[in-house]
């Protein structure tokens, strides 16, 4: 059975940090492209950094250059999103979303449960 189980969204202040972990099972994660994505209400799912098998690429969205950054231990089956200087704009559901191509975006094979980032003093 295919689980990623994510962890460590919360509330957060302006300029404040939080990191997102995210932890899978039932797949072989070292032959998968990772990527967090997040969506807000009424608005379409946006790529937030995707990273590759190695560790050795990222992208990361214009919104969060800078700021975030994506990692993954492949012998823990983790994936990590560090968010730092966070912004209202950043609240959020963020997902952790695993992809059997080069570069995780757009088409996915598994998605996990969702984590709320909220960003407010």
């Known amino acids: 059975q295919v689980q990623l189980v994510q962890s460590g969204g919360g509330l957060a202040q302006p300029g404040g940090s939080l990191r997102l972990s995210c932890v899978a099972s039932?797949?072989?994660?070292?032959?998968?492209?990772m990527a967090w994505a997040r969506q807000t209400p009424g608005k379409e799912l946006e790529w937030v950094s995707g990273?590759?098998?190695?560790?050795?690429?990222?992208y990361y969205a214009d919104s969060v250059k800078g700021r975030f950054a994506i990692s993954r231990d492949n012998d823990r089956k983790t994936l990590y999103l560090q968010m730092n200087s966070l912004k209202p704009e950043d609240t959020a559901l963020y997902y952790c979303?695993?992809?059997?191509?080069?570069?995780?975006?757009?088409?996915?094979?598994?998605r996990g449960q969702g984590t709320q980032v909220t960003v407010s003093s």
């Open positions: 039932g797949f072989s994660f070292s032959t998968y492209s």
């Open positions: 990273i590759n098998t190695d560790n050795s690429s990222a």
């Open positions: 979303i695993a992809c059997a191509h080069i570069i995780c975006y757009g088409p996915y094979e598994y």
